[in-house]
């Protein structure tokens, strides 16, 4: 008795950590729980949103993805963009897109995907953007049937539109200053104001405006012809030209969906190294002094 006086704390201690123990194992429980009643019972989606090029035409869209990572079919009530409390909604274009005569259904464990241009984005919120310059932060909205709404940030949307709404202010500032200095020019003989020469100092996006209007020029001039064909040739046929080519000229022409590639091989055989004939040179000298 005395010596379990003297170490009854050894008990507590022990009978502590089998509660801690016990409380980790429940919380554990009930997360998981939690996580697969809204698997299974609830509806769990997921939406996308993001800037794509098309690699044929180059084209720019904006592609939205939206998720169904429940274990059952969900109805799509609403989907779209919250931008300032305002919406935009794609869910009547996705019915008329697709042809569809009710609510577009996910199945479990799968997605549906939309397209559309996103000038129609930068238009609605250039437009509803009221007095601020700037671009808040971008929302993407998804609502099931049933009123449960899932709202997430875009952040690397916003960033591209924050960035493209920059660059117009900055060539906004630059008309508005030409036309300044165009209106001081006819009331004042033909002279630069004093404004402009300390202007031309700190910016330099009108020189920048020509050279990339200039670069726009060229690329168009540059582009690859995308009209010979669409398909990918086959693999064995390819291969035949080009061991036929490779015997003949160490070249081939393969067509892909960009027009026509020359690819050309190292010819046929090893070179010699020079280790060899190195060799070769010792022993004819050896020879001859035997």
């Given at each position: 008795m005395e010596w379990l006086k003297t170490n009854g704390w050894i008990f507590?201690?022990?009978a502590i950590g089998l509660v801690l123990?016990?409380?980790?194992?429940?919380?554990?429980?009930?997360?998981?729980?939690?996580?697969?009643?809204?698997?299974?019972?609830?509806?769990?989606l997921k939406m996308t949103a993001s800037l794509m090029y098309d690699s044929d035409d180059?084209?720019?869209?904006?592609n939205i993805n939206i998720f169904n990572t429940s274990f059952k079919d969900v109805s799509i009530g609403d989907f779209g963009i919250d931008y300032r409390n305002q919406r935009l909604n794609f869910l009547a274009e996705y019915i008329e897109s697709k042809k569809l005569n009710s609510l577009p259904i996910i199945q479990a464990r799968t997605s549906i995907n939309f397209r559309f241009n996103p000038q129609k984005l930068e238009k609605f919120i250039l437009s509803h953007n009221y007095k601020e310059t700037k671009i808040s932060t971008i929302y993407m909205?998804?609502?099931d049937s049933v009123g449960n709404e899932?709202?997430?940030k875009n952040r690397a949307l916003s960033k591209v539109l924050r960035q493209r709404q920059e660059q117009r202010l900055k060539l906004a500032r630059i008309i508005v200053h030409d036309k300044k200095v165009a209106e001081y020019r006819q009331s004042h003989d033909d002279r630069d104001p004093m404004?402009?020469?300390?202007?031309?100092?700190f910016h330099?996006?009108?020189?920048?405006?020509?050279?990339?209007e200039l670069i726009d020029e060229l690329s168009d001039r540059q582009k690859f012809d995308i009209?010979?064909?669409?398909?990918?040739?086959?693999?064995?046929?390819?291969?035949?030209?080009?061991?036929?080519?490779?015997?003949?000229?160490?070249?081939?022409t393969i067509s892909s969906s960009s027009g026509e590639i020359k690819m050309t091989y190292l010819s046929e055989g090893k070179p010699k190294t020079r280790k060899k004939k190195v060799k070769e040179d010792v022993s004819s000298v050896k020879e001859e002094d035997k």
């Open positions: 507590s201690i022990i123990v016990v409380f980790v194992i429940c919380l554990m429980i009930f997360f998981k729980t939690r996580k697969l009643s809204n698997s299974i019972v609830d509806s769990s180059g084209n720019e869209v904006l909205v998804v609502t899932f709202v997430k404004s402009h020469s300390i202007w031309k100092v330099h996006q009108s020189s920048k405006m020509d050279i990339s009209t010979k064909t669409k398909q990918i040739p086959d693999f064995q046929s390819a291969s035949a030209n080009t061991k036929t080519s490779y015997d003949a000229s160490n070249s081939t």
